[in-house]
């Protein structure tokens, strides 16, 4: 039996690894960073508005090259975003804005892993609470990861902030999910 169910489920699979790694490597290197880049430069809203855009470009084609959105799917992912953004806009520090984004991309892959693997056949009990579960798991490990590393502790606001991305953009991806199927049910009846 095959470890994956599809070529596209090995290839998210692989994705979720190659992120998880940037982010653990890094872990330790978050404040030489920072000052490598200059504190002005982070904090910047152009430097903010071209991550935010750099994010829409990782996004799209990952979730949605290969289907076509209704006019209400596209409404309701443009609110999404919107208050995702505002919400990346008001965090005080690049660090905990860098959490949304991380752990936002690490639970929307692995949701995407799961629905894939379940699409195909596999068996996959509840993919969006197991995908939300792994995500908040993997987060933890994050902080864990850093109770070990001289120059870092173990941040339970942190461990708050790869929560609160998870469970937005899982959230987010079952509302997408339940909107899909009502407007194919309506299409349907017309």
Do not use: C
């Amino acid at each position: 039996m095959a470890i994956f169910s599809s070529k596209r489920e090995r290839r998210i699979w692989l994705a979720v690894a190659i992120v998880l790694a940037g982010i653990y490597a890094t872990l330790g290197q978050t404040p030489a960073i920072v000052a490598a880049l200059g504190t002005d430069l982070i904090e910047s809203a152009e430097a903010n508005l071209v991550f935010a855009l750099l994010i829409l470009l990782v996004v799209i084609p990952v979730f949605f090259v290969d289907k076509r959105l209704a006019r209400l799917e596209i409404a309701v992912g443009i609110g999404i975003l919107a208050v995702f953004l505002l919400t990346w806009l008001r965090l005080g520090s690049w660090e905990e804005r860098t959490h949304l984004f991380e752990y936002a991309l690490v639970a929307a892959l692995v949701h995407e892993a799961l629905l894939e693997r379940r699409d195909n056949g596999g068996r996959v009990p509840a993919p969006t609470l197991l995908a939300l579960l792994m995500s908040l798991l993997l987060g933890l490990l994050d902080e864990t990861i850093q109770y070990l590393l001289p120059n870092r502790v173990f941040d339970p606001v942190d461990v708050a902030f790869n929560s609160l991305a998870a469970t937005v953009i899982i959230g987010s991806r079952w509302l997408f999910r339940q909107l899909r199927a009502w407007v194919e049910r309506r299409r349907g009846r017309v």
